[in-house]
């Protein structure tokens, strides 16, 4: 499968049903082409990691709008979640979303997690090489 498959298919099964609670979706997957082949496994590694990433959005933040981007240049891959309009991200444990969310990204290309927190909500980034 490829990236931008994969992204179809979350698009299609995550962001539609929160769509329909009433937040505002930006989805921007124009930095990203379908060459970025991904395995069966990297790719629900992907989809799993965003999956986590929209349902802690919404169980902690109850955002009012929500940003889901992607891009790749010749190297790497960014993949961004940012929910804004709710709560801030504040001191938190690292729980068993999180860490399951790293672990799954350390299995993608040498992948990554970050998060940080915005004036009114958080931002999640991923990133894994080509």
């Known amino acids: 499968t490829n990236l931008e498959f994969t992204l179809a298919s979350f698009r299609e099964r995550c962001l539609e049903p929160i769509e329909k609670l ?5 989805y921007d997957i124009t930095g990203v082409s379908n060459n970025v082949d991904l395995s069966p496994t990297e790719s629900l590694s992907v989809f799993r990691i965003l999956q986590e990433a ?33 709560k801030t991200l504040s001191a938190y444990q690292p729980g068993y979303g999180l860490r399951s969310m790293t672990d799954r990204a350390q ?10 927190p915005t004036t009114s909500g958080a931002e999640l980034t991923f990133t894994f090489s080509v």
């Open 54 to 86: 929209t349902t802690n959005a919404m169980k902690h933040g109850s955002p009012k709008e929500m940003l889901v981007s992607a891009w790749a240049d010749a190297e790497r891959v960014k993949l961004k979640v940012c929910n804004s309009g709710g």
């Open 107 to 116: 299995s993608v290309r040498e992948g990554e997690i970050k998060l940080k």
């Open 22 to 26: 009433g937040v505002v979706i930006t």
